[in-house]
Nanobody, 126 residues
């Protein structure tokens, strides 16, 4: 089992940057594929990006590709989401999520993740 805690959210102007961090408990962080999702009120949780256990493979939603970058540090049990060129439509609560490497199912779907952080608010003003 793993517990996740996000940090780094806040208010930023359009075109600015924020870096979100997710700290995981436990000794087997490398056993999990990590994902970032976001959600606005009244809408389903949306996939933002993901990273495999080693950090050697990353993948992103088209809406953030080229602007957002995911990285992880298995020695520190952390995963980060660097967000550049932010737009007002990026405003949402951002969640990190974890799923065991062995789990099947789509990595782009929130129900395929077993563990979630509490979320951190990102607000981008125009």
């Amino acid at each position: 089992q793993v517990q996740l805690v996000e940090s780094g959210g806040g208010l930023v102007q359009a075109g600015g940057s924020l870096r979100l961090s997710c700290a995981a408990s436990g000794r087997t962080f490398s056993s999990y594929r990590m994902g970032w999702f976001r959600q606005v009120p009244g809408k389903e949780r949306e996939f933002v990006g993901g990273i495999n256990w080693s950090g050697g493979s990353t993948y992103y939603a088209d809406s953030v590709k080229g602007r957002f970058t995911i990285s992880r540090d298995n020695a520190k049990n952390t995963v980060a989401l660097q967000m550049n060129s932010l737009k007002p439509e990026d405003t949402a609560v951002y969640y990190c999520a974890a799923r065991p490497n062995s789990r099947g199912g789509s990595v782009y779907v929130s129900r395929e993740y077993d563990y979630w952080g509490q979320g951190t608010q990102v607000t981008v003003s125009s």
